[in-house]
């Protein structure tokens, strides 16, 4: 019961980047905060014709400027710049300079948890697909999703090389500890917000790999992470050592256009299927994130945990444990 316990909660999302919305002092969330009509990606006030894809009107977002966006757009700028100076050129291909990785982001979400969703789409006659996931789903509520700087925290010295912190789940506080890379995004550790007699500390060798950049439709990464620390939990009201191992595969299985309470955006949709290994336990989660240029993720879907250690026919499912959408 203890190992099912750890099992089920320590289930991270694959991918963790808040969409590109800075949080110190952001100007705008929505273009109708502005004089101009135009609110960037970084929360910033500027010319309609330098908006950088984000909401240009008073409703959940300017669908042309997301999605429409000319192949001679320019590629986003290099550095983590909070996505102000990144403009999606929808050319199939996400970047490392167009997935924003750093502490101090912000982003709303609407979240729900076990709920009926629609992970296949429509497919379209060139092999894209359209993604509906803008509608209410039972138990829908506004989480807002933050890269918190690790430094000065309880764990900072135990992860000297992060680059943030940000909640796992919806349902928990545990934080996962991330190090952005230049090819990627890298899950560290898994810490408690706070330290004490209920504190978890747990930390991954090598880090598991979540993000690997750039990517396009068929590019696939993975690895395995040894898991060592302590994990509180409330089963049995104590700290327990907890060595496991947990195995990541990702891949890039598809591409299309998607609709969530922000906007439309196009979207490369990264499947991962997490094994995790507990004593003589396995247990299977899949999630789904669907990553758009300029914002990082906008939407995922995480599959309900099951116990069958073979990995799925199909990497499609209609029941999700979360259902998380960039929201205005």
């Known amino acids: 019961m203890l190992h099912r316990t750890i099992a089920v909660s320590l289930a ?19 273009g109708a905060d502005c004089a101009s009509g135009a609110c960037d990606s970084s929360g910033r006030c500027v010319a309609a014709s330098s908006s950088s894809g984000g909401d240009s009107g008073s409703g959940g977002g300017d669908d042309s400027a997301v999605l429409e966006a000319g192949d001679d757009a320019a590629e986003a700028s290099p550095g983590d710049d909070g996505g102000g100076g990144c403009k999606p050129n929808n050319d199939g291909v996400v970047t490392r300079a167009e997935v924003p990785m ?3 982001l912000h982003a709303s979400f609407v979240v729900a948890e076990n709920v009926a969703v629609d992970s296949a789409g429509t497919k379209q006659p060139d092999g894209t697909r359209v993604w509906d996931l803008s509608g209410a789903l039972q138990g829908d509520h506004t989480v807002i999703v933050t890269t918190d700087a690790p430094t000065g925290q309880w764990f900072s010295a135990q992860f000297t090389t992060a680059t ?28 408690s917000p706070t330290s004490g007699a209920q504190q978890t500390e747990v930390s991954y060798a090598p880090a598991a790999q979540t993000l690997s950049l750039p990517m396009q439709i068929g590019a696939s990464w993975g690895n395995t992470a040894q898991i060592s620390g302590t994990y509180y939990s409330t089963t049995c009201n104590c700290e ?3 060595p496991y191992s947990e195995q990541y595969q990702s891949k890039v299985d598809a591409r299309g256009t998607l609709k969530v309470p ?30 758009a240029e300029c914002f990082g993720p906008v939407a995922s879907l995480t599959s309900q945990t099951t116990t069958n250690p073979n990995p799925p026919e199909s990497t499609e499912f209609t029941n999700a444990a979360e259902a998380r959408r960039l929201a205005p």
């Not at 499947?271 to 247990?283: F, K, S």
């Open 12 to 30: 991270p999302v694959a991918v963790l980047v808040a969409a590109a919305c800075s949080s110190s002092a952001p100007q705008c969330r929505v």
């Open 240 to 242: 327990l050592s907890v």
């Open 164 to 191: 943030y912190t940000t909640k796992l789940s919806d349902t928990q506080t545990l934080l996962g500890v991330f190090q952005a890379q230049g090819q990627g995004l890298v899950l560290q550790g898994v810490v």
């Open 102 to 104: 750093m502490a101090g």
């Open 262 to 291: 922000y906007g439309t955006f196009q979207v490369l949709r990264v499947q991962t299927t997490l094994t995790r290994t507990v004593g003589a336990l396995v247990t299977v989660t899949q999630s789904l994130a669907f990553i």
